[in-house]
């Protein structure tokens, strides 16, 4: 069962294993610093297919395979697969996931959805509606810029601020089994923060209220505070938004630099990565969860980590309409203690 | 708790109630056969507003509004809002429910995505994560079919086998009250079909595989059939696809006439409004739920009602693409009967 804790937050009381997990990624994203750690690299950005979009598709197929088979599981003993993208309508994720023949929830919290199928997934385990659950999201560099931003071919320059999307998707099973899994503790789900940040090339700053905010309501819910955690780990914030983030904590009078990670940084080398101010998107935080921080936990390097995956809520058509850019932030506690 | 029954079911022990519900429509609904039934009407498809996405967005703030008064709750009670639409992104939901500052959770369903609210929603009541949570979805004719389909002022003509998006929105209250009211007591998480339908304007032919897969999967699993239930309610199959869901039940032995409506059939006097095959959008389904059968369970006009709203997935990128539509159907059972 599961148990609220003050206004935004609840624990789990038997907690969710993670059994297995997958990351899979792009060609740029090999040659970062987690570039050894994916269970799978596609260097062709088509994936050998005729489109971005299917492209994409098949990188949610292939990590949910991967994490399927690493959990010694097949589609047919998963009761729910949780999953989300960024492309219009989700669609990543309905054609990548269609074969399977798994009963379908489509989730969509942008940036931060990696964060809110682990939630739904949490929930949904501890509830006993499902056995096991599969979450999945994936960003694509190429898709997400055309439908977002311009056509590749345009060449249009970025702003420093600006982010570079994933390539990428990452896969969790979440079940009960006997092992040393990763447990889902807790959790808060996020509020839609809006400071009035209209520039979407700037989705740092945009983002970072919404994970202060929720960081925040945590360690304000659970009378916990950083040095109760190994590694905060936030989606995308990048270089930008993370530094937002330092500035809106310490206002509240929080520390969290030491133990502050951000998968958007983690992912690329910025100093050698065209990639400005660092990676975003769905398959960011997906992808460094399944390749980095998961392994970590299971390798002992660390053993209680805060995972918080941040999403900005605007369309490209909002942003037309002269529209601000709201944000969320969902958190998950992760942690190899019982 | 929550009892898996069968491969894709589960049902409540402690089944979570509806408390409040509101649905709000526009101009060409309110002179329908549900326009008397509305708690709120909109004339102006502008709501007022500047745009026909802030339109969308306002439907969505009122029916939560007004579920909210109707249920004597504010919006500090509601632990989880899940919500979800049509537009890019889901826009409506973002924009329309930042205000409220309720833990919100993206649900991307298409035209299911109310029965995929419910069912979430009612999980996470169940396991303990919230105590109230609040389930909207909604549609607009205008923001739909400038992004799906033309631009209005091009005037396109629609086929015959083309349905009318629903300019509405709907909302429930889940919680634990005393006190008789509609109590959701099973559900079935649908599988993504795709029968290789490609006709955009024939969304009814897209769904009804999914829909009867769906009821199948339901009567199989629970070992119930329809005769038990005093009403079977799809979302927006409309004129074709309700009829397709009879060639598709009747091959496997189900005669569902008596006891099916349709909701996109119902909003609309398809003899008088010039809405071809019927109504559908997410606000459709959920217009319908909360202006007509959730009235119907409360008035004791009927005890036990299957509600499956029907979606599909796809998005213009991916038609243009040339590939299939896939879709989904969820149901959920709802009863007055403790």
């Not at 804790?5 to 059994?19: E, H, M, N, T, W």
Request: glycine content about 10%; overall charge neutral; hydrophobic content about 35%.
């Amino acid at each position: 069962m599961i148990t609220r804790k003050g206004r935004y937050s609840f624990i789990f009381s038997d907690k969710p294993q993670i059994l297995g997990y997958a990351a899979v990624a792009g060609p740029k994203e090999s040659e970062g610093p987690l570039g050894k750690k994916f269970d799978k690299i596609y260097y062709d950005p088509k994936a050998g297919l005729d489109t971005w979009e299917e492209a994409e598709s098949q990188l949610q197929k292939e990590a949910l395979s991967i994490a399927l088979s690493k959990s010694k599981l097949t589609a047919e003993d998963v009761d729910f697969v949780f999953s989300g993208d960024l492309l219009n309508q989700c669609i990543s994720s309905s054609f990548g996931l269609k074969a399977y023949s798994i009963p379908y929830l489509g989730q969509y919290g942008a940036c931060s959805t990696m964060a809110q199928t682990l939630i739904m997934g949490a929930i949904a385990h501890a509830s006993g509606a499902a056995r096991l659950c599969a979450c999945v999201t994936s960003s694509h560099f190429c898709s997400a810029e055309r439908q977002y931003r311009f056509p590749l071919e345009y060449g249009g320059q970025r702003t420093p601020t600006a982010q570079w999307t994933v390539t990428g998707s990452g896969c969790c099973i979440l079940g009960t089994k006997k092992g040393n899994h990763p447990r889902i503790c807790g959790a808060t789900v996020g509020r839609i923060t809006d400071l009035g940040v209209t520039d979407a090339n700037n989705m740092g700053a945009a983002m970072a209220p919404a994970a202060a905010s929720t960081i925040l309501d945590f360690f304000a819910d659970t009378g916990t505070s950083p040095q109760d955690f190994d590694r905060i780990y936030t989606g995308d914030l990048g270089f930008v938004g993370s530094k937002l983030l330092y500035d809106l904590t310490e206002k509240a009078g929080l520390n969290i630099r030491d133990k502050h990670r951000d998968c958007g940084l983690l992912i690329y080398d910025r100093e050698v990565q065209d990639v400005h101010a660092g990676g975003s998107g769905c398959g960011c935080a997906a992808s460094v969860l399944c390749s980095h921080i998961l392994p970590g936990l299971e390798n002992g390097r660390f053993k209680n980590a805060l995972f918080i995956a941040t999403g900005a809520l605007m369309s490209p058509t909002s942003c037309q309409q002269g529209q601000t850019i709201p944000s969320i932030a969902h958190l998950v506690h992760i942690s190899t203690d019982k």
